[in-house]
């Protein structure tokens, strides 16, 4: 079992039951949410790895509005990357969401949970990639700034 918190956001009870039931057989802990509200609280409240969420959605759409959960967990990045998994029937909707950083797509109908957790295993470890790829550059430009201080004081004798 891999230590990974999952978010599931989804309205359609078959499908969360099926997500939540299945995946908890993969991950340490799989939080079930039916709505954008739900799903905010426990992401302010809780430590999430990947988010799975359908893309229309009672209470705060997935897609469109002001208050879009998908949007929320985007501008909240500056906290912690939160990879998002879409999970929806509308193909050409999801468009919009495919060149964000770790975001994957699958179209419903759900026809295996491989693909779920194939998409989970993708946008995690893109999001692993991403910080190390920022931790490098931040050590870079520390080591940067260190001879750029050396060259200036050797400038100055």
């Known amino acids: 079992m891999k230590d990974l918190n999952i ?3 989804e ?8 997500l939540s039931k299945t995946l908890k057989l993969f991950y340490t802990n799989v939080y ?13 409240n809780n430590t999430i790895d990947v988010v799975i969420t359908d893309i229309n959605m009672p209470k705060i759409d997935g897609f469109g509005t002001g208050a879009d959960l998908i949007e929320y967990i985007i501008s ?15 193909n050409n909707i999801c468009c919009k969401y495919k060149e ?7 179209n419903k109908p759900i026809n295996s949970i491989y693909r779920v957790i194939e998409a989970i295993e993708k946008v995690y470890n893109d999001k692993k990639k991403n910080l190390c790829v920022d931790e490098a550059f ?6 940067n700034k260190k001879i750029n201080d050396i060259l200036d004081k050797i400038n100055e004798a």
């Open 11 to 18: 309205d359609e009870a078959i499908i969360n039951l099926y």
């Open 7 to 9: 978010l599931i956001v």
């Open 138 to 143: 931040c050590k870079l430009k520390e080591v």
């Open 100 to 106: 964000v950083d770790c975001v994957e797509v699958i």
């Open 32 to 44: 079930i949410s039916t709505n954008g509200y739900e799903a905010r609280d426990i992401i302010e």
């Open 76 to 90: 909240v990045k500056h906290i912690k990357v939160i990879p998002i998994v879409i999970v929806s029937a509308y």
